[in-house]
């Protein structure tokens, strides 16, 4: 009877729910209220897109490693495949430089007197490298060393020769790369930094000439280094500058060591740096053409830059070699005479030609405190033109800005009539 009556009282109790499935919602507590389904559908898609964790129970995802040998199936010489196989990640640049296009029009001439300003520098690193060889920057041995170079080293007065010619020929490159850049106004946005970093690569290359002049120590150099130092002693603070370029009070043997030090350590550390600089800026900004040429269809097309434009920049160097043999065979440089701090001034005692137009100027302002008016002149003329592309606004808007045309016109007339008044002046001596 009892057992009739449990087995009533079972069949009136509900049945176990059956356990729910993985993943699956949990069935809401009694009087709670049913939640959303699309919230409940959101809850559950991330656990079913949630991959298997690893049997350590941290998923970790796969690593795809680059080829060791990219290049391995290339159809190319052995001594090639085994240059690509050790410098493959050189490859984007061997493909952008192919792919770099430069313009063509009637002033695309002008584009290659950077590549031989580039050119007669690195002339210049190799035969200062040969001349280094052999030349003593001493006081006793300065001269002697010049002279045995000059008439004992074979082939060290060709070496001599062309490292002189290359200097002046440098520096007159760079003056008409900066002046063609100046006029097609190239300097504009977003090549600013372009300019500024040839600027300063023209200043350094002005002092090369300034430091390399006074190295062979003969009686011109010593003087014109001595006529040179002694300007900055008009500014407030130029004696401190002065004494630190010549080592001393006058010019000297330690003037000889400074200068040299200048012209072989510091001066090559900071340009190339620099050049470096500029060079990445040239092949990342591009080459621009002249403001309008391409909206008025006065491009011709663009070529290569590798191989088209270097082959022809490698014929405009060769051509600049030739010249430079040609001029330090028939025009050589004479050696002089020794240095003889006691002595006088000879007559006719000048910087070189590319301060010309500055010696000129301080000639002129001969009334009380004009060097000092030249040099400040000379210090805005230069910080305004550095910041040339800062300045000109409407060029950076791809318009026409004569003003600053006129103002590159009339630094050019300044350079060219002081460079001729002085070699006119000199030239009748």
Do not use: C
């Amino acid at each position: 009877m009892a057992e009739n009556n449990q087995n009533a009282g079972a069949g009136n109790v509900p049945p176990k729910p059956k356990p729910a499935a993985p993943g699956a919602a949990k069935p809401a507590a009694p009087g709670a209220p049913k939640p959303a389904a699309p919230v409940a559908a959101k809850q559950a898609a991330p656990a079913a897109a949630k991959p298997a964790a690893a049997q350590g129970g941290v998923y970790k995802p796969p690593v795809e490693r680059p080829d060791p040998n990219p290049f391995k199936d290339a159809k190319v010489s052995p001594v090639a495949a085994w240059f690509q196989e050790r410098f493959y990640v050189l490859e984007p640049v061997i493909a952008y430089l192919k792919k770099k296009e430069v313009p063509k029009h009637r002033l695309s001439f002008w584009y290659y007197f950077g590549g031989l300003t580039l050119f007669f520098f690195m002339i210049q690193v190799l035969t200062g490298l040969l001349l280094l060889q052999y030349y003593k920057p001493t006081g006793s041995e300065a001269f002697s060393s010049f002279v045995f170079i000059q008439k004992e080293v074979p082939f060290g007065w060709l070496i001599r020769q062309i490292h002189a010619w290359s200097a002046n020929l440098m520096v007159g490159m760079a003056f008409i790369h900066m002046f063609s850049t100046f006029f097609m106004k190239s300097y504009r946005k977003p090549r600013e930094l372009m300019w500024v970093s040839g600027f300063v690569l023209l200043v350094l290359s002005l002092g090369f000439g300034f430091t390399g002049y006074l190295l062979p120590w003969n009686e011109l150099a010593f003087f014109a280094t001595q006529v040179g130092t002694e300007v900055p002693k008009v500014m407030p603070g130029g004696a401190i500058l002065v004494d630190i370029l010549r080592g001393g009070e006058e010019v000297s043997p330690e003037t000889l060591t400074r200068m040299f030090s200048l012209h072989v350590v510091l001066l090559p550390g900071l340009l190339l740096l620099v050049l470096t600089a500029h060079l990445m800026l040239v092949q990342v900004l591009g080459t621009s053409a002249p403001i309008g040429y391409k909206e008025s269809g006065m491009i011709k097309g663009y070529e290569k830059f590798f191989p088209t434009f270097l082959a022809k920049d490698a014929i405009g160097w060769l051509l600049g070699f030739g010249l430079l043999v040609y001029l330090s065979a028939v025009f050589p440089w004479e050696i002089g005479v020794q240095a003889d701090p006691l002595g006088s001034a000879p007559v006719g005692i000048k910087p070189e030609w590319y301060f010309w137009a500055q010696f000129q100027l301080l000639k002129d302002f001969t009334f009380e405190g004009g060097e000092l008016v030249a040099i400040i002149l000379f210090t805005i003329g230069a910080v305004v033109w550095g910041a040339v592309p800062f300045l000109d606004r409407k060029a950076s808007k791809e318009e026409k800005s004569p003003m600053f045309t006129i103002l590159g016109l009339l630094v050019l007339a300044f350079l060219v009539i002081n460079t001729y008044r002085v070699y006119a002046e000199y030239s009748a001596l």
